[in-house]
T-cell receptor, first 114, second 114 residues
Framework: DQQVKQNSPSLSVQEGRISILNCDYTNSMFDYFLWYKKYPAEGPTFLISISSIKDKNEDGRFTVFLNKSAKHLSLHIVPSQPGDSAVYFCAASGVGGSQGNLIFGKGTKLSVKP | DADVTQTPRNRITKTGKRIMLECSQTKGHDRMYWYRQDPGLGLRLIYYSFDVKDINKGEISDGYSVSRQAQAKFSLSLESAIPNQTALYFC?????????????FGPGTRLTVL
């Protein structure tokens, strides 16, 4: 059974608007969450993370929100740019993730239209 | 220069052949990982190593073996390749001293088994 779920395989957004990517998890022992971005023919690139002691973390245009009671996190990109078009993976770690290993979702492909 | 390098970047081989994929890192990290990515399935952990003398199986280790030759080198072997091992393979590293397990990925190896 999937412990980290990204239920939207794809998302299309207009340039300049907000992109919201969602991720749900099932294991309450996860205590650290990450987002990675992946372009074709490249490895995943670390984007932003959040610890379970926080509910929000910002880095420039990227903000991650964590709702522990709902076991849900989201990545907001504002404003979206065509260069943001990529596959985004949500990942989680903690005791529930085998002592530091990451459990990945299946990814969401974001397309930002000019 | 890239911090995490993988060789080869592309490989086509035949069923039954032995294949080795190599990963090197200059980040000085103690932990290294091998993942495979299949379309629609995200990233799945094959093996991981927390230091030179520590090797652990991941979610999908059957049909694979690894060798941690040095802190900076971690190789993945397919003893007898089969077509369903056709996938993208990624090496990653992380640093225990950073406290949380943010992983940094190499560019990937595209392996095709005919």
């Amino acid at each position: 059974d999937q412990q980290v779920k990204q239920n939207s395989p794809s998302l299309s957004v207009q340039e300049g608007r907000i992109s919201i990517l969602n991720c749900d998890y099932t294991n309450s022992m996860f205590d650290y969450f990450l987002w990675y971005k992946k372009y074709p023919a490249e490895g995943p690139t670390f984007l932003i993370s959040i610890s379970s002691i926080k509910d929000k973390n910002e880095d420039g245009r990227f903000t991650v929100f964590l709702n522990k009671s709902a076991k849900h996190l989201s990545l907001h990109i504002v404003p979206s740019q065509p260069g943001d078009s990529a596959v985004y993976f949500c990942a989680a770690s903690g005791v529930g993730g085998s002592q530091g290993n990451l459990i990945f979702g299946k990814g969401t492909k974001l397309s930002v239209k000019p | 220069d890239a911090d995490v390098t993988q060789t080869p970047r592309n490989r086509i081989t035949k069923t039954g052949k032995r294949i080795m994929l190599e990963c090197s890192q200059t980040k000085g990290h103690d932990r290294m990982y091998w993942y495979r990515q299949d379309p629609g399935l995200g990233l799945r952990l094959i093996y991981y190593s927390f230091d030179v003398k520590d090797i652990n199986k991941g979610e999908i280790s059957d049909g694979y073996s690894v060798s941690r030759q040095a802190q900076a080198k971690f190789s993945l072997s397919l003893e007898s390749a089969i077509p369903n091992q056709t996938a993208l393979y990624f090496c990653a590293t992380s640093d225990r001293m950073q406290g949380k397990d943010t992983q940094y990925f190499g560019p990937g190896t595209r392996l095709t088994v005919l």
